[in-house]
């Protein structure tokens, strides 16, 4: 393989942390691959476009238009087609904290959210969305879409870039935010009393109260380009569902036996990373070690890749490496994880 590009969002420690967190880190690998590298650029993030950097990142790396428009794209990795010309949202059912001074959106991979459970809330809402004209469709438990043709005006920001953060400042924004936020009121009212929630509560867990929308694209009859390189691991629903089925989950294995270059994203850092659980987000960390980074390097020296491209992200910006065999050899250069202190 000549190029694999590797996308590690959250792998860039918060700031303030860094240095105790490299401190605790054991990474030789990685140590090398950052230290040793033909290009290395830090980029700082755009606010304006409501998602986290490495959403940003992906959506121009596979031409997904100026904005991370995924619905469309992720419909079809579900087996649905949605309709050219007609615009979509991702949908996902969530919980919405309501605290004394703020209101807060819950990381979605703490809810436990079953097949079961989602599917009981989803048949509660449909009837009521296809008669306002707006129906839904089922991905995954987690992972809901929504045609809404007359809301092209519509920005929302992306659920791991408003979860744990003060919601007044990530709500979605334009003409028709106001009609969506009466639709929320509405299913909201419906999933008050529904049995799911009644035993989910029984058994200790957060109701699902609201949904969160996102990700409008307007279908086309091509999938986008470069939808066909990328790989994922770890990776929430929607974003899994961009890639081929079998690249879903992939081993680094299957990747590097592979004649083309290859878009791969892990997504194993960002939920310690957002529960700011720094013990899991060290643990998940030598793991990569152990099972990417290692290996990686090793294909590096041996030759069987030619390139690795490291796009690692945190919440402010990303950091761009690109190594190769002759960057390796750049004895002279002292092996450091210091870039992952990028700010």
């Keep these: 393989m000549n190029q694999l590009t590797l996308v590690l969002p959250y792998a860039l420690p918060h700031p303030e942390l860094a240095a105790d967190l490299i401190k605790a880190l054991q990474a030789p690998a990685l140590a090398a691959l950052l230290s040793r590298t033909a290009i290395s650029t830090l980029h700082e ?22 904005e991370p428009a995924f619905a469309a794209h992720a419909m079809r990795g579900y087996g649905l087609q949605p309709e050219a010309g007609a615009r979509y949202f991702i949908v996902h059912p969530v919980h919405i904290q309501v605290d004394r001074n703020h209101v807060s959106l819950g990381d979605m991979r703490q809810l436990a ?4 459970d989602s599917r009981a809330l989803f048949e509660a809402a449909r009837p009521y969305c296809e008669e306002i004209g707006q129906p839904l469709y089922y991905g995954d438990a987690q992972t809901w879409f929504m045609r809404a043709d007359g809301w092209s005006d519509l920005q929302a920001a992306s659920p791991d870039a408003a979860a744990t953060q003060d919601l007044s400042t990530w709500m979605p924004e334009g003409e028709h935010a106001r009609a969506l936020r009466r639709l929320q009121n509405e299913i909201q009212m419906l999933w008050h009393e529904n049995s799911v929630n009644e035993a989910r509560e029984s058994r200790g867990l957060k109701t699902i109260n609201s949904f969160w929308l996102w990700g409008a694209s ?8 470069g939808i066909t390189r990328l790989h994922t691991m770890d990776a929430p629903g929607w974003l899994a569902a961009l890639a081929e089925p079998a690249q879903r989950n992939t081993s680094l294995h299957s990747v590097l036996a592979g004649k083309d270059d290859a878009l791969l994203v892990h997504g194993g850092l ?9 013990g899991s987000w060290l643990q998940e960390m030598r793991a990569l070690e152990q099972h990417w980074f290692a290996p990686l390097l090793a294909a590096l020296q041996n030759g069987s890749l030619g390139k690795l491209r490291l796009v690692m992200s945190h919440r402010d910006g990303w950091l761009d490496c690109t190594t190769s065999k002759n960057a390796q050899r750049k004895f002279w250069r002292k092996h450091t994880l210091n870039k992952l202190k990028a700010s």
């Design 45 to 66: 993030v755009d606010y304006a476009a409501r998602v986290l950097p490495h959403e940003a990142w992906l959506a121009q790396a596979l031409a997904l238009e100026q």
């Design 113 to 116: 959210l079953g097949e079961a």
């Design 218 to 225: 307007q279908a086309a009859n091509q999938q986008a380009d």
């Design 270 to 278: 960002i939920g310690p990373s957002l529960a700011q659980d720094w």
